[in-house]
């Protein structure tokens, strides 16, 4: 069964730091770009970041570039957002998820079940 794991979400004052980190399971990912979507209150889920397979390649929303940093773990199946700088608008639900293609919603394969990030202001 295939699994990615979210944690490291939680209460952060604005200007703040968190680090979150997913674990997948239950098959290799060593072929898969991992990244993560958010999703805020009363909005559409939305990209944030991405890193292809090789680790060789980022992609990140505009909104979070010079802020957040994606990386993979030494384990393949392990990715990383570090989030800097905090502002209240990037308080939302946060997804891992893996995509064997491109990063749209429709082409991503395995979701993982989110983790609550709150900024405070």
């Known amino acids: 069964q295939v699994q990615l794991v979210e944690s490291g979400g939680g209460l952060v004052q604005a200007g703040g730091s968190l680090r979150l980190s997913c674990a997948a399971s239950?098959?290799?990912?060593?072929?898969?770009?991992m990244g993560w979507f958010r999703q805020a209150p009363g909005k559409e889920r939305e990209f944030v970041a991405a890193?292809?397979?090789?680790?060789?390649?980022?992609y990140y929303a505009d909104s979070v570039k010079g802020r957040f940093t994606i990386s993979r773990g030494y384990a393949e199946n392990t990715v990383y957002l570090q989030m800097n700088t905090l502002k209240p608008e990037d308080t939302a639900v946060y997804y891992c998820?893996?995509?064997?293609?491109?990063?749209?919603?429709?082409?991503?394969?395995?979701w993982g079940q989110g983790t609550q990030v709150t900024v405070s202001s």
């Open positions: 239950g098959r290799s990912f060593s072929s898969y770009s």
């Open positions: 998820a893996a995509s064997g293609a491109n990063w749209s919603e429709s082409a991503i394969d395995y």
């Open positions: 890193i292809s397979w090789t680790g060789g390649s980022t």
